[in-house]
């Protein structure tokens, strides 16, 4: 297995980056089961306030570098690493030029991770997807970053298909970088993932479903995680209503009558109305 350097790990499995889904309560929780976590995307120029408590891997994107040094010295003491997103398929992405969008652009590529590298001694990771330039891409990589995360489909798949294992242990074959794999892990194929890979992501299967971390990784919590354990974080961090209740959909996910309790959230007009929810 091939280490990260200056990142100290108690195992190998890490919270994806998601976007709504990975804010400051659900990523606590996930780090308390044992992931190391990730912020959702993240623009330098942004004036949004920041909560890292979890002192998360603090994921970028942007089509160029301005703003990225100042963005990383505000906050760099608050990460645990850096990582900057060539992966998101979504048409805003294809609209504004950035994450999987942004592949063919190697020069800004190199200009962006190069002023990440300089702004910063913490770990910098890139996150991409299989494409004609992967591999362009992992060569710029090697000279800026101490590891890649790979999910290997396409643009066009986005999360639907099989993830191209084979694509991924070539790019893996290719270089001394650690590589992070990314795409379908779940409780039956992390051990033989983890043979072929030095660390993973878990995303979809996390949903509503921190508890995920503590099973794959061994690690002993004193009471399954909640979603009653979600909502007080959830107003000790201020988060909107939309979003709790967004979040408390997720956790009925596998729960006994889960149909059932969609529906009373669904009637739901305010945060107290989810309080006493027995999800």
């Known amino acids: 297995m091939r280490t990260i350097p200056n990142l100290k790990l108690k195992n190998r499995i890490f919270l994806a980056p998601m976007e709504e889904i990975n804010d400051i309560s659900f990523r606590l929780l996930c780090k ?3 992931a190391l976590t990730y912020t959702g995307m993240i623009h330098p120029l942004t004036q949004q306030k ?17 703003g990225v040094e100042n963005f990383i010295k505000k906050h760099d003491k608050e990460v645990s ?31 962006i991770l190069k002023t990440m590298r300089q702004s910063t001694k913490k770990p910098l990771f890139v996150k991409i997807r299989k494409s004609d330039s992967a591999f362009e891409i992992l060569e710029i990589a090697e000279k800026y970053c101490d590891a890649i995360c790979i999910h290997p489909r396409t643009q066009k ?27 379908d892990v779940n409780e039956n194929n992390y051990s033989s993932l983890l043979k072929k890979f030095d660390y993973l992501m878990i ?19 004193k009471k399954q995680i909640t979603f009653a354990d979600y909502f007080k974080l959830a107003n000790k961090y201020k988060l909107p209503f939309e979003q709790i209740k967004s979040q408390a959909m997720n956790f009925t996910k596998g729960k006994p009558n889960s ?21």
Do not use: M
Request: hydrophobic share 35%.
């Open 32 to 34: 308390k089961a044992g």
């Open 50 to 66: 920041i909560d890292l408590k979890d002192k998360p891997v603090l994921q970028l994107f942007c089509t160029d570098s301005e």
């Open 81 to 111: 690493a850096w990582d900057f997103n060539l992966g998101c398929p979504a048409k805003t992405a294809k609209k504004h030029g950035f994450g999987v969008f942004l592949h063919s652009n190697l020069n800004t590529i190199k200009d």
């Open 157 to 183: 798949q986005g999360y639907s298909g099989e993830p191209d294992i084979k694509f991924a242990e070539e790019l893996r074959n290719k270089t001394k970088l650690p590589i992070i794999y990314s795409g």
């Open 203 to 221: 995303g979809r299967k996390a949903i509503g479903n921190p508890n995920i971390f503590a099973t794959l990784s061994s690690k002993k919590l």
């Open 259 to 279: 149909k059932k309790i969609r529906l009373e959230i669904f009637k739901v007009k305010n945060v107290e109305g989810l309080k006493d929810l027995k999800i």
